[in-house]
């Protein structure tokens, strides 16, 4: 709804200042039209990043693993400058069945994929409804693969569909977030902290209208639940990297998906919060590869 009052962001406005752009290229798949950028060879990965982040969040990490992988790392629908899709595109089911289609019309077939956050959730999502992935490594970092704990739980969701359906709400957000400092505040509660650099790209998405639209209507629209019920089910590999001090997603529920997951082995990592990877894209990288070598 309102989706001709926000325009996606604008390539040629932003193209000059960001990360890796001479490996990002459009395509269309899975009715969204995708940025996605691509580095290196030899075995697919596949990257996702978290709600309100975009491809940008593995800028020092894509040419560590682009030595030994091809690396595949789109902006999510609605995220930055990939358009929105059809109805229903931004449910987690959506992202996960778009990004299918997305990889077969590049024609790669991951054989890691890894996600932060809400992109953790779409990856274990794809391997539990993709027989073709059921030999992949999976790789969450701070995943988001089990609904909030307390008041977050019953409030976040109903505060997500009043602002999705309120056509100023977008705008409003947009604002707060172009005021000097809110970013890096923003960040911060998260229990992180990020260079000039990092802070400069966070405030060009979140203070664009069309980028904060797409966000609050992916999270009107997800439900984490069916999700967490049938991780058991999950064959893949699978391995955690948890910030310690991670603010948005408590530690304590990377412990429960590892009694979902009796083959998960979890590393946590002290002094670093939700945005870990970005914190130490060094100490990510190596650790990636190695569980991705196993």
């Known amino acids: 709804m309102f989706e001709r009052f926000y325009p996606g962001m604008s390539w040629d406005r932003h193209r000059d200042v ?6 990002s290229r459009f395509v269309s798949a899975g009715g969204v039209d995708w940025h996605v950028q691509v580095l290196g060879s030899g075995p697919c990965m596949l990257l996702l990043h978290g709600t309100g982040s975009g ?4 800028r020092e990490l894509l040419p560590a693993l682009a030595q030994r992988h091809t690396v595949v ?16 595109g931004l449910s987690l089911q959506g992202m996960a069945d778009s ?18 956050s809400a992109g953790a959730a779409v990856a274990a ?33 109903p505060a997500a569909k009043l602002a999705a359906w309120n056509p100023l709400s977008a705008w409003a957000c947009a604002k707060l977030a172009a005021q000097p400092g809110a970013v890096a505040q923003l960040i911060r509660s998260t229990g992180s902290t990020l260079d000039a650099r990092g802070l400069d790209l966070y405030q060009r998405v979140l203070s664009d209208p069309g980028h904060l639209h797409g966000v609050l209507t992916m999270m009107a629209q997800w439900r984490l639940s069916p999700l967490s019920e ?25 412990d429960e998906a590892c ?4 083959q998960a082995v979890a590393r ?11 914190e130490d894209p060094v100490g990510a990288a190596q650790q990636i590869l190695q569980w991705c070598a196993v």
Not at 73 to 88: E, M
Not at 101 to 110: D, S, W
Not at 146 to 157: K, T, V
Not at 268 to 278: D, M, N
Request: charged share 15%; no cysteine.
């Open 99 to 116: 990004l299918r289609q997305l990889l077969r019309q590049m024609n790669l077939l991951p054989k890691g994929l890894v996600g932060h």
């Open 259 to 262: 009694r979902r997951l009796p």
């Open 18 to 23: 960001w990360p890796l752009a001479e490996h």
């Open 55 to 58: 491809s940008f969040s593995w």
């Open 268 to 278: 946590r990592r002290e002094g670093l919060g939700h945005l870990a990877h970005e």
């Open 125 to 157: 999502q794809m391997v539990l409804h993709d027989t073709t992935l059921d030999r992949a490594t999976l790789i969450g970092l701070n995943p988001a693969w089990l609904p909030l704990p307390g008041p977050a739980a019953w409030f976040l969701g």
């Open 230 to 254: 049938a991780l058991h089910r999950i064959p893949n590999p699978v391995y955690l990297d948890i910030g310690a001090g991670d603010q948005a997603i408590p530690p304590s529920l990377a």
């Open 73 to 88: 790392a789109p902006d999510l629908p609605g995220h930055a400058f990939s358009g929105r899709g059809g109805p229903g």
